[in-house]
Every structure is written in structure tokens, then in C-alpha cells.
T-cell receptor, first 116, second 114 residues
Framework: DGGITQSPKYLFRKEGQNVTLSCEQNLNHDAMYWYRQDPGQGLRLIYY???????QKGDIAEGYSVSREKKESFPLTVTSAQKNPTAFYLC???????????????FGAGTRLSVL | AQTVTQSQPEMSVQEAETVTLSCTYD???????LFWYKQPPSRQMILVIRQEAYKQQNATENRFSVNFQKAAKSFSLKISDSQLGDTAMYFC???????????FGQGTRLTINP
């Protein structure tokens, strides 16, 4: 099935630990995104990548890092510098196959990160 | 900077009723796209409907339709014959022409009661 797979579904982080959230897509999309969702708030963009080996900071990039070594994969690392990491993290991808351009983003099922 | 505002934090209607969710946005661009996403309790974000700003005709997808008022910068979602499965958070979102960044509103929690 085509889609976006995020893993794990639940993740726990210890104090001072870096953790990595996985995002894989088989939609052949060029662009991939990471969003953070906090209770009662909309989604905020952490990082995005429009092409392999290139990525840009979003609105809340501090304490996070990403890589884009393959078109299909866009892992997000939550570093120890992120002091309030507890949130729901959503990965999305967007392609150019839809008439009208690249502007539709499809989402994975998300990862809930909690601090122990 | 673009902003998206959803003024109704929560709404509740009876099954089979029609409900309208409000969204306003602010932008200086003339070409852009607007979206409604649904987030059910499973937390998966699902695209409900999209509207391209240069198209005057309002988009429809089965029971879902929008009322797009470009001059007023308003983009409301109407759900007809509401069903229990429509219970979810609904997010309005904006993206400029050629841009990559979606701007989301804060969401409206919609509950459909039996």
C-alpha cells in the first residue's frame, strides 16, 4: 500500500537522551515535513525538505535535527537541547503529481513522544 | 506573515444535521490554496477538501462543501447530513503559491451526537 509510515507509535525519552523518530514514504514525493502538535494547538512546522540532501528550518527547529539521505526517508532527532519534547509529532510528504502543483500534503499516523 | 484563524474551539450537533465550521485567513498573496483537514481520535490527519484561490467555484466532496469568499478572506466548511464518524478535530490550512509551508489554524473540535 502507498503511504507514509511513522515509527514508533509511542516513544519515551529519558533526561539528556537523543531520540529519533522515523518517517518513510513510498509515494515518490519530493517534499517531506515534520510538524509538532501540542494539546489545543494547531500544527507547527519543525523542518522540511524539498529534495534529497537539503532541508530547511521551520518555525520551531531549535532542539531538533533532521537528515534527508534518501528520497523515501526523513528521520527527526529530538535532541537533549529540546527542553519540552512531550508532544505528538506528525510527518507529511507532498508531491507534484496532483494537478495544480505540489501543494497537497499527506500525513502519517504520528508518533507520541513523552518524557520519563 | 500569513495567519489562519478558527474562531470556534468546539462545536456539537446532532447526527444528520448540517454544521458549518468557520475559518478566516490573512495574506497579501493573490494565488494560494486552502485546505480542510480532519483529525479523528486516531490522530491521523486526513485531507477533507481543498480550494484553489483562483477558482471561483466552491469545492465539494460528497457531504463536504466550502464557502470560499476571497474578498472577505473566509473559507468555511459545511458538513451536510452529519455522521458519527465525522467526530474529529478539523483544521483549516493555507499555503501560498509555490510555497512549501502549510499554515494551520488552531482547530475546531466537532462532536456529532447520536
Amino acid at each position: 500500500d502507498g503511504g507514509i509510515t511513522q515509527s514508533p507509535k509511542y516513544l519515551f525519552r529519558k533526561e539528556g537522551q537523543n531520540v529519533t523518530l522515523s518517517c518513510e514514504q513510498n509515494l515518490n514525493h519530493d517534499a517531506m515535513y515534520w510538524y509538532r502538535q501540542d494539546p489545543g494547538q494547531g500544527l507547527r512546522l519543525i523542518y522540511y525538505s524539498q529534495i534529497v540532501n537539503d532541508f530547511q528550518k521551520g518555525d520551531i527547529a531549535e532542539g531538533y535535527s533532521v537528515s534527508r539521505e534518501k528520497k523515501e526517508s526523513f528521520p527527526l532527532t529530538v535532541t537533549s537541547a529540546q527542553k519540552n519534547p512531550t508532544a505528538f509529532y506528525l510527518c507529511a510528504s507532498g508531491g507534484s503529481g496532483y494537478p495544480g502543483g505540489k501543494n497537497i500534503q499527506y500525513f502519517g499516523a504520528g508518533t507520541r513522544l513523552s518524557v520519563l | 506573515a500569513q495567519t489562519v484563524t478558527q474562531s470556534q474551539p468546539e462545536m456539537s450537533v446532532q447526527e444528520a444535521e448540517t454544521v458549518t465550521l468557520s475559518c478566516t485567513y490573512d495574506t497579501s498573496e493573490s494565488n494560494y490554496y486552502l485546505f480542510w483537514y480532519k483529525q479523528p481520535p486516531s490522530r491521523q490527519m486526513i485531507l477533507v477538501i481543498r480550494q484553489e484561490a483562483y477558482k471561483q467555484q466552491n469545492a465539494t466532496e460528497n457531504r463536504f462543501s466550502v464557502n470560499f469568499q476571497k474578498a472577505a478572506k473566509s473559507f468555511s466548511l459545511k458538513i451536510s447530513d452529519s455522521q458519527l464518524g465525522d467526530t474529529a478535530m478539523y483544521f483549516c490550512a493555507f499555503i501560498g503559491q509555490g510555497a512549501q509551508k502549510l499554515v494551520f489554524g488552531q482547530g475546531t473540535r466537532l462532536t456529532i451526537n447520536p
